[in-house]
Every structure is written in structure tokens, then in C-alpha cells.
């Protein structure tokens, strides 16, 4: 029902920052959770962030948590995921995604963006 366009990605050096951006169509963005999701080459899609439909509630992958910070501006229909402190390790595909909170976390989304790719590399 909603459909997710990514943006923000890039090339940056280790130790770099960079803020991805999900922007969503229609007035229902705010009643979806929302999530962050990777895929490096020959690896499984992986979690990394998501957030309640209304902010209120956020939780990360140990492997990103305390450098990335999941957020959405439900007035703009847009989410966000700042990306600091990054590493080597982080490059992939970045995947935003729509649905149920629960159903989120074990990658059970309603709608998923294209993907924007981020390389860490020096």
C-alpha cells in the first residue's frame, strides 16, 4: 500500500557519517512501523533498525547499536537512519521497509524500498 523510495547512499571512508533517507507516498506512512535492512554481496538480508509507527519505540542489531540512530518525521512521511562511526563491514545494499512492528523484526514487511547502496572504503 505504501510504496518507499531510498536515498543517502554513497561512498564514505571508515569512520565516516552518513543519514539515509526513506521517503513514503500516501497519509498511511504513519500508521506503519518501519525498518532498515542489508544485504551484502553473498550474504542474507540482515536487520539493523527499526521504529514504532508513532517513534516511540526503536531497537538496533548489536552490530550497528550506539553508531546508528533509526528516526521518522511522520509529517514529512519520511524515515531516517543516520549512520556514524562506520565501518568497513557496513557496506551493502540498505533497504528500508513497512509493516507491523513485530512482524519487522523477522523481515515479514508489507513494502520495501529499492535499496540504496553504501561502500565504506578508504
Known amino acids: 500500500q505504501v510504496q518507499l523510495v531510498e536515498s543517502g547512499g554513497g561512498l564514505v571512508a571508515p569512520g565516516g557519517s552518513l543519514r539515509l533517507s526513506c521517503a513514503a507516498s500516501?497519509?498511511?506512512?504513519?500508521?506503519?512501523?518501519m525498518g532498515w535492512f542489508r544485504q551484502a554481496p553473498g550474504k542474507e538480508r540482515e536487520f539493523v533498525a527499526r521504529?514504532?509507527?508513532?517513534?516511540?519505540?526503536?531497537d538496533y542489531a548489536d552490530s550497528v547499536k550506539g553508531r546508528f540512530t533509526i528516526s521518522r518525521d511522520n509529517a514529512k512521511n519520511t524515515l531516517y537512519l543516520r549512520m556514524n562511526n562506520l565501518k568497513p563491514d557496513d557496506t551493502a545494499v540498505y533497504y528500508c521497509?513497512?509493516?507491523?512492528?513485530?512482524?519487522?523484526?523477522?523481515?515479514?514487511?508489507?513494502?520495501w524500498g529499492q535499496g540504496t547502496q553504501v561502500t565504506v572504503s578508504s
Open positions: 521497509a513497512a509493516g507491523e512492528m513485530d512482524a519487522i523484526r523477522w523481515s515479514r514487511a508489507r513494502s
Open positions: 500516501g497519509r498511511t506512512f504513519s500508521y506503519y512501523a
Open positions: 521504529i514504532s509507527s508513532s517513534g516511540g519505540s526503536k
